[in-house]
């Protein structure tokens, strides 16, 4: 069975500019989390999807958002980049919905590098 | 809250000596942990999960991990280390709503 994919794998992009990264989860799992990870405050959770739905969702600015479609793909978006944007964004699959019992699949990641 | 300390950023080993994180949480109700390795440039891989069934986890390439509530620890160990187990390694409860919290994780450095 194929792993979680995230498209694309390297991003560089300039302040103002806005992004989008793709994730597709595990077939048949229907939760999908996102996380950056950056070398000064690590790995913190941006957001999480169930059923096309945001269910939960990190402390960061509005300018982070995300969604997920009918088939569980998601996609993250960020708007009005900022330098301290650039990070590792990882996806992670689930199979259920109780993700806090549930084990997360992460994919390889998505480095953006914001100039 | 919940939360996660990784004790040591960074630990060094001889090839062929016991490897040992060490991994203390926080929670306030039955907590779900997890060992997690990020080799460089790549995601993170699941070693072992811990979910109350048993005290002393088995996970892959021969991680072993075991809860104690009475330290509020779930150190990660493995009795002899390899050079390909250097990497980050990082020690994860889980919340409500899809949350991991992670500790800040520890690089394991595997000397010849």
């Known amino acids: 069975k194929a792993g979680v994919t995230q498209t694309p794998r390297y991003l560089i992009k300039t302040r103002g500019q806005q992004v989008t990264l793709s994730c597709s989860p595990i077939s048949g799992h229907r939760s999908v989390s996102w996380y950056q990870q950056t070398p000064g405050q690590g790995l913190q959770f941006l957001f999480e999807y169930f059923s096309e739905t945001q269910r939960n969702k990190g402390n960061f600015p509005g300018r982070f958002s995300g969604r997920q479609f009918s088939n569980s793909r998601s996609e993250m978006n960020v708007s009005t980049l900022e330098l301290g944007d650039s990070a590792l964004y990882l996806c992670?699959?689930?199979?259920?919905?109780?993700?806090?019992?549930?084990?997360?699949?992460f994919g390889p990641g998505t480095r953006l590098t914001v100039l | 809250a919940q939360s996660v300390t990784q004790l040591g950023s960074h630990v060094s080993v001889s090839e062929g000596a016991l490897v040992l994180l060490r991994c203390n949480y926080s929670s306030s109700v039955p907590p779900y942990l997890f060992w997690y390795v990020q080799y460089p440039n790549q995601g993170l891989q699941l070693l072992l999960k811990y979910t109350s069934a048993a005290t002393l986890v088995k996970g892959i390439n021969d991680f072993e991990a075991e809860f104690k509530k009475s330290e509020t620890s779930f150190h990660l160990t493995k009795p002899s280390a390899h050079m390909s187990d250097a990497a980050e390694y990082f020690c994860a409860v889980s919340s409500q709503g899809g949350k991991l919290i992670f500790g800040q994780g520890t690089e394991l450095s595997v000397k010849p």
């Open positions: 992670a699959s689930s199979l259920v919905a109780d993700t806090s019992t549930d084990t997360q699949y």
